[in-house]
């Protein structure tokens, strides 16, 4: 018999992938199944992206990139992150990776010896938890719910940390719930990491552009703690760029060289034709980033306004990201048929299986009285997917 590592077997597969993977099953059985389960823009890549890559090509950019990525990708990343964040790196600080999920998993993989705990505050991005179980890490889970918009407090942060805690992952806006770390709500936290020199902060900024309540704000702008702060950002939401696979981390020198050790030993570096691509995406014109910006902050709008009258779920705005995490537990125990709802997952395989509508239960993120829905698609398809979501649950007695 085929042995398996305790590492993969301790491991949870991917909730979000899972319902999608289940959704496509059911359209193509010719199901008309509306998919909002996935995080992923609809929009197609901005034009002059494509050129960018089309010329890549050309220009026989086939060869292996350099493991930290191209020198003019990382300048374009450094400039960026100066003239939109006011933040100063220099290239050999910023590390290109296969999207943003190898950089968070990259970072973790770095810094965190078995027995170290990373704090998470929860509803947290699945991945989160699975990539501290790879390195060895304690999950400590800190939770918010949606009484305090889903974002833990300097209090909740304080007495989690232990002479262990080596790292605390912080996600604004963020998945799954969309909600925004203000300003001073950071400044308050960053106070308290202040006091521990040891903690190092991995700042996941991937939703940085879908934000509905003005600049975006980083952890790393409070110079007390900025040397330990990793900022993780990238391609993918903001510029429609999902499948390109280029994220990137600026960190301080020690933690990016550590990085570019590991990758260079299990991936290398990106693919060279995106990585031009995301040269174009951060040097050129950002008109493009603003209309879909527009765009989900209209839909946003909308599928708040219907899902605030459906009975028994509570809803709150998220202030960025795509995403709607409302409170559903009002639902458990009831039963339709021979159906009987005993959690967030089993409503959402109810919805999926008699709504044909796919979400993502709330255990996943560490929520489990909560559903994730994506709006990250047309207002016809989330009109009518919400309607169907409506008449499902009221079928529930």
């Known amino acids: 018999m085929t042995q398996i590592s305790d590492r993969i077997t301790g ?33 197609f890549t901005p034009d002059h992206i494509k050129e960018a890559a089309k010329k890549a090509i050309d220009d026989n950019f086939s060869f292996y990139s350099p493991v930290p ?19 100063h790196y220099t290239p050999d600080q910023i590390v290109v990776s296969n999207g943003a999920k190898q950089s968070v998993c990259n970072v973790l ?7 170290d705990e990373v704090i998470v505050p929860a509803p947290y991005w699945v991945s989160y938890v699975e990539m501290v179980k790879l390195a060895e890490g304690t999950n400590i889970i800190v939770t918010a719910g949606i009484g305090q918009d889903f974002k833990i407090t300097p209090a909740q942060l304080e007495a ?20 925004v770390y203000s300003e001073e709500e950071l400044r308050e936290l960053a106070g308290v990491i202040a006091k521990y020199p040891d903690i190092i902060v991995l700042s996941d900024e991937i939703y940085e552009h879908i934000n509905y309540i003005g600049a975006h704000q980083s952890i790393a702008q409070f110079e007390a703690i900025s040397d330990r702060v990793v900022i993780i950002n990238g391609v993918s939401k903001a510029y429609a760029m999902t499948g390109w696979r280029i994220g990137f981390i600026a960190a301080p020198l020690r933690i990016a ?30 008109t493009c980033v603003e209309k879909m910006r527009r765009a989900f902050l209209r839909r946003r709008d909308l599928v708040v306004s219907l899902c605030k009258d459906i009975p028994g779920i509570k ?14 537990d009002s639902y458990f125990g009831k039963s339709a048929g021979d159906r009987t709802i005993r959690d967030a997952a089993g409503l959402a395989m109810y919805l999926l299986e008699a709504g044909h509508v796919a979400t993502v239960g709330g255990a996943a ?3 489990p009285e909560c559903l994730r829905l994506s709006y990250a698609t047309s207002d016809e398809n989330l009109t009518e997917a919400v309607a169907r979501i409506k008449k499902a ?5």
């Open 109 to 115: 993989l770095s810094i965190i010896n078995p027995g």
């Open 69 to 87: 990525g191209y020198a003019d990708l990382r300048n374009a990343i450094a400039e960026k992150l100066k003239r939109e964040n006011g933040l």
């Open 11 to 43: 491991l949870s597969p991917s909730e979000t992938l899972a319902m999608s993977q289940k959704s496509s099953e059911l359209r193509a059985q010719g199901i008309d199944v509306i998919n909002l389960s996935v995080g992923e823009p609809d929009f």
């Open 393 to 397: 649950l009221l079928e529930l007695k």
């Open 160 to 179: 989690a940390i232990t002479p262990k805690t080596k790292a605390l992952i912080l996600c604004s806006p963020s998945n799954p719930t969309g909600s």
């Open 365 to 367: 993120f560490g929520a």
């Open 257 to 286: 060289q550590s990085c570019n050790k590991l990758q260079g030993q299990y991936t290398s570096g990106a693919g060279s034709v995106a990585q031009k691509a995301a040269v174009a995406a951060f040097s050129g014109d950002q």
């Open 315 to 328: 809803v709150n705005v998220p202030q960025g990201a795509f995403y709607l995490f409302p409170e559903v």
